[in-house]
């Protein structure tokens, strides 16, 4: 079984020490393939956002993490309900990725 990927806007993560990356207002999330998956503390995914090298061929940015429950005592965005704790800080190249495999 294939795991479902995220579309998450890298660029928009919220203000900690810790590198955390913005995920939904709601309770459910729409994957890749547009099925909508409801969203769980805890939860391990994957997620993606659309990124271009410069020879403008697609290139994107990947990463995996933990949902969890937006803190918003920590949070310069309180109207986010869910955010993804990303594993070991880590947003890479999708051709970052296949040159290792």
Do not use: C
């Amino acid at each position: 079984m294939v795991k479902s990927r995220f579309h998450v806007d890298m660029t928009a993560t919220v203000d900690r020490g810790d590198q955390l990356t913005l995920s939904s207002q709601e309770d459910y999330i729409t994957d890749e393939a547009d099925n909508k998956v409801r969203l769980q503390e805890g939860m391990h995914i994957d997620i993606f956002d659309v990124d271009y090298a410069e020879d403008d061929s697609r290139d994107d940015l990947i990463a995996s993490g933990t949902v969890a429950l937006n803190d918003v005592n920590h949070s310069r965005r309180p109207w986010i309900k869910w955010i993804v704790k990303l594993d070991n800080n880590y947003i890479r190249h999708q051709s970052t990725i296949d040159n290792h495999q």
